[in-house]
């Protein structure tokens, strides 16, 4: 990708203020993000991130280098010609950590090193330089608002009430023998674990093992910001942060109102509505610093994994003045209850209503979500409904995260009894909730052995659909899933009104999902068949200005043709893109 969109003298300048030190010895503040935004709009330009494509690598299931079953740093190094080759920009890695893997690298005891079953500093060093070598970039997960409870702070948190680092975590009395209140973990049962040593509990939002930082404790908030800075120093490009949304909590503790559904298998067997300990004011403020200590490393780009309830709540990531998180998620996306134009259209056009010109994200899959193949597959039409996902996430306006395995088509592999399942969120609510192993199955290489994912044993197992849905196959197959995210990534890539065009909706067809996108040289129509019928979108002439329109790209067909008379007849479940010269 072209990453140098920033006017040249503007980049000299950058790269100049960040070698340049201060008294203290830091390198020199960039101009803020507002700022950064500013210019790089007025000189028509966008910063790399904006246009960009990511591609989310879970390191345990993307390739296996030693024959261990479970995948590795050597591993995506080893994969980078074909990322590079299918046309992406970005790829964030979830942790990889040094870690007891309860929650498989989300329960970090080491925010400075590298898991041995992942590799070394140095193996990430060389992942880094080669995908910088390709112009891809890379984004490290930052999880924020826990540690494991094997890091070396809670060891020495738990140790006694009288140690220094006590404060780092939440520790509270209980209330006679029950917790200090009734909050509920995300994965069942109370979010507070008591601690026979102190006869004190500790508050934990996911497993217990996975204890909260205290974000109100300063020392603990540089502690972790010097985490990001050592990895900015090593050159990543930016962080997904992890449930940002937690960092922190009402200091009364005050019982969250509960909610009337009966939740089987907590043990508190209510839900609640966490408005104590979830999205406070305090978190806006603590992640705008955040990006401040990220203005000392120019083009980086920060992430956020947000849930926040509303369109309106997921606006206020973004920051007063634009100076917290630069791409907050936009999980509403994954909502979408069916595969519906009225659904898709409406939920595009509540985000442009809502977020305006701030950029959104696009997401459908990752690795906490129920593959969107599977989810909206109707048995007959997976690959054409996998083709038309893909137009979609790659034609809006905004940046598309996409998921290892989503370009060829991969689905759910869920675990078919409760002793196969791994992610213990899986064993404790094994059948209603089995976990999300089947999200995170080897990437599908080739029919060979274990999808060509390891020559081990692996650590999920793979799929029959492996059998046709990989990377080797769909390679040799023109009309491919594999093949049509290729087309689009370079379609995409050439076109100035894909990337940053306005967008239009175009009708409200109740089957055909429909947009242009427009810069002053081009044109651009997105027709988007969700139906097992034939459709037509009448081309409204006024809308193209007279211009000519030419096929492009089509799921079902060969491009070339030009658009003749007044309407573009859709085939079933077909997406096709036609563009101005
Ligand atoms: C969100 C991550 O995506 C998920 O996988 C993890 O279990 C929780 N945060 C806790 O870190
Ligand atoms: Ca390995």
């Known amino acids: 990708m072209d990453d140098a969109r920033m006017p040249l003298p503007f980049v000299l300048l950058a790269a100049l203020l960040a070698v340049l030190p201060l008294g203290n010895g830091k390198p020199a503040r960039s101009p803020n993000a507002e700022m950064r935004v500013a210019q790089a709009q007025a000189a028509g330009t966008t910063l790399w991130w904006q246009n960009a494509v990511f591609y989310e690598i879970y390191p345990r299931s993307f390739k296996d280098s030693n024959g261990d079953g479970i995948g590795d740093l050597n591993g995506i190094t080893e994969k980078l010609d074909y990322l590079h080759d299918l046309g992406v920009d970005a790829i964030w890695i979830t942790p990889f950590y040094p870690s007891p893997q309860v929650d498989f690298g989300y329960d970090i005891s080491d925010y400075e090193n590298v898991d041995p079953q992942f590799g070394t500093l140095g193996d990430f060093d060389r992942l880094l330089a080669e995908a910088h070598r390709r112009d891809i970039k890379v984004l490290m997960d930052m999880?924020?608002?826990?540690?494991?409870?094997?890091?070396?702070?809670?060891?020495?948190?738990?140790?006694?009430?009288?140690?220094?680092?006590?404060?780092?975590?939440?520790?509270?009395?209980?209330?006679?023998?029950?917790?200090?209140?009734?909050?509920i973990s995300e994965f069942g049962g109370p979010a507070w674990t008591l601690d026979p040593k102190t006869g004190q509990w500790y508050y934990h939002f996911f497993y217990s093992q996975q204890p909260d930082l205290n974000w109100r404790n300063p020392a603990v908030e540089k502690a972790m910001f010097d985490q990001c800075r050592f990895w900015l120093e090593?050159?990543?490009?930016?962080?997904?942060?992890?449930?940002?949304?937690?960092?922190?909590?009402?200091?009364?503790?005050?019982?969250?109102?509960?909610?009337?559904?009966?939740?089987?298998?907590?043990?508190?067997?209510?839900?609640?509505?966490?408005?104590?300990?979830?999205?406070?004011?305090?978190?806006?403020?603590?992640?705008?610093?955040?990006?401040?200590?990220?203005?000392?490393?120019?083009?980086?780009?920060?992430?956020?994994?947000?849930?926040?309830?509303?369109?309106?709540?997921?606006?206020?990531?973004?920051?007063?003045?634009?100076?917290?998180?630069?791409?907050?998620?936009?999980?509403?996306f994954t909502k979408v209850p069916k595969f519906d134009a009225v659904a898709f259209r409406s939920e595009v056009e509540m985000t442009r209503k809502v977020l305006d010109d701030h950029p959104t994200t696009w997401v459908v899959s990752n690795h906490d979500l129920v593959r969107a193949y599977t989810r909206y597959a109707d048995g007959k039409h997976n690959d054409q409904i996998a083709k038309i996902l893909a137009t979609m996430l790659l034609t809006l306006p905004g940046t598309p995260f996409l998921y290892y395995?989503?370009?060829?088509?991969?689905?759910?592999?869920?675990?078919?009894?409760?002793?196969?399942?791994?992610?213990?969120?899986?064993?404790?609510?094994?059948?209603?909730?089995?976990?999300?192993?089947?999200?995170?199955?080897?990437?599908?290489?080739?029919?060979?052995?274990?999808?060509?994912?390891?020559?081990?044993?692996?650590?999920?197992?793979?799929?029959?659909?492996?059998?046709?849905?990989?990377?080797?196959?769909?390679?040799?197959?023109?009309?491919?899933?594999?093949?049509?995210?290729?087309?689009?990534?370079?379609?995409?890539?050439?076109?100035?009104?894909?990337?940053?065009?306005?967008?239009?909706?175009?009708?409200?067809?109740?089957?055909?999902?429909?947009?242009?996108?427009?810069?002053?040289?081009?044109?651009?129509?997105v027709g988007l068949n969700l139906s097992a019928e034939k459709q037509t979108i009448p081309l409204d002439k006024t809308a193209l200005e007279g211009r000519q329109l030419k096929l492009a790209l089509s799921s079902v067909r060969c491009p070339g043709q030009v658009l003749q008379g007044n309407e573009l007849e859709l085939a079933p479940f077909e997406a096709s893109i036609c563009t101005t010269p």
């Open 143 to 183: 999880v924020l608002n826990h540690t494991s409870d094997k890091h070396p702070w809670f060891i020495e948190s738990r140790s006694s009430r009288t140690n220094p680092k006590r404060d780092w975590y939440i520790w509270r009395d209980g209330k006679d023998a029950r917790p200090p209140n009734n909050w």
């Open 234 to 332: 090593r050159g990543v490009d930016g962080f997904r942060l992890d449930a940002v949304a937690n960092l922190f909590e009402d200091p009364q503790l005050h019982d969250n109102p509960v909610l009337p559904e009966f939740v089987a298998g907590s043990t508190t067997e209510h839900a609640e509505n966490n408005v104590y300990n979830y999205d406070l004011p305090e978190v806006h403020t603590e992640l705008q610093g955040l990006l401040k200590v990220e203005d000392f490393y120019p083009g980086r780009v920060l992430v956020g994994e947000t849930w926040p309830k509303t369109m309106d709540g997921l606006l206020k990531y973004y920051g007063p003045d634009k100076n917290e998180l630069q791409l907050p998620f936009n999980f509403f």
């Open 405 to 525: 395995g989503e370009e060829i088509g991969m689905q759910n592999n869920d675990p078919k009894t409760v002793e196969e399942v791994r992610d213990p969120v899986g064993r404790r609510e094994w059948p209603v909730n089995k976990g999300r192993d089947g999200e995170r199955t080897p990437m599908q290489w080739s029919s060979g052995p274990n999808a060509g994912f390891t020559s081990g044993k692996p650590w999920l197992g793979v799929p029959p659909s492996a059998e046709t849905h990989n990377v080797e196959a769909e390679s040799r197959d023109p009309s491919s899933i594999l093949n049509y995210y290729k087309a689009l990534l370079r379609l995409r890539r050439q076109s100035p009104a894909l990337l940053s065009g306005q967008y239009e909706t175009l009708g409200d067809d109740p089957h055909v999902f429909a947009y242009l996108r427009r810069t002053e040289s081009q044109t651009v129509l």
